[in-house]
Each structure stands twice: as structure tokens, then as C-alpha cells.
């Protein structure tokens, strides 16, 4: 299965990138829609780290008393082009940092 998780505890930043793959229904759907398992906020936020593995800033923001906003994606079958290969996605957020993925046969590089 092939993910995108994304996060910040900077709420415009997580909102940007949450509306640019959003914006992608054709290729990647919020993983609350797949596994109702999930828990999510009623803006449709990811509750939990659900990977398992925390990284320090997320740590450090939490003990601060911050919010983190989490989505997860999955790629949908319908992200094969004609050919019936994976299509490669660039998404470029803002001038502080660029979102890219490519949909590998076994994982997302």
C-alpha cells in the first residue's frame, strides 16, 4: 500500500499541503475514507502519529502544548497513466519547502 503522510504543528502550513493533495482526488484519497478505523477531528485531522515513529519536533511541539495537524493518503487505482504506469507528482507548497512523491512498485521515494 502506498502512503503520503504529512504533518506540521504550523496550522497554514499544514493546511497548504492538505489542500494541495486534497486537490488530487484522482490519485490520492485521505485514508479515513479507506480505514474507518482512523480517528479524526471533525476537520478531518489524523488524531494520532499513526507510523509509529515521532520525530523530534513533533516531541518538542507536543510537550509545548501544540497542536499537530496530520493527514494520510492513499493512492488510489486510478493513478496509472494510459500505459498502465505510476504517474510521478511534484507539488511545490511555497518558497519554504517543496512536497514531492513517486509512486514506486514498493514504496514512495
Avoid at 497513466?81 to 514512495?108: C, D, E, L, P, V
Wanted: aromatic share 12%; glycine share 6%.
Amino acid at each position: 500500500m502506498d502512503l503520503v503522510f504529512v504533518q506540521s504543528d504550523v496550522f497554514e502550513v499544514a493546511e497548504n499541503m492538505r489542500q494541495r493533495f486534497d486537490g488530487y482526488p484522482d490519485v490520492l484519497e485521505h485514508v479515513d475514507c479507506v480505514n474507518k478505523d482512523l480517528q479524526c477531528d471533525k476537520e478531518g485531522w489524523l488524531l494520532d502519529n499513526t507510523l509509529g515513529i515521532r520525530t523530534e519536533r513533533e516531541i518538542h511541539a507536543e510537550l509545548e502544548g501544540a497542536t499537530i495537524y496530520r493527514r494520510m493518503y492513499q493512492k488510489t487505482r486510478e493513478s496509472l497513466n494510459a500505459s498502465g504506469h505510476q504517474k510521478a507528482y511534484s507539488f511545490i507548497g511555497s518558497s519554504n519547502y517543496t512536497i514531492w512523491f513517486k509512486f514506486t512498485k514498493h514504496r514512495i521515494e
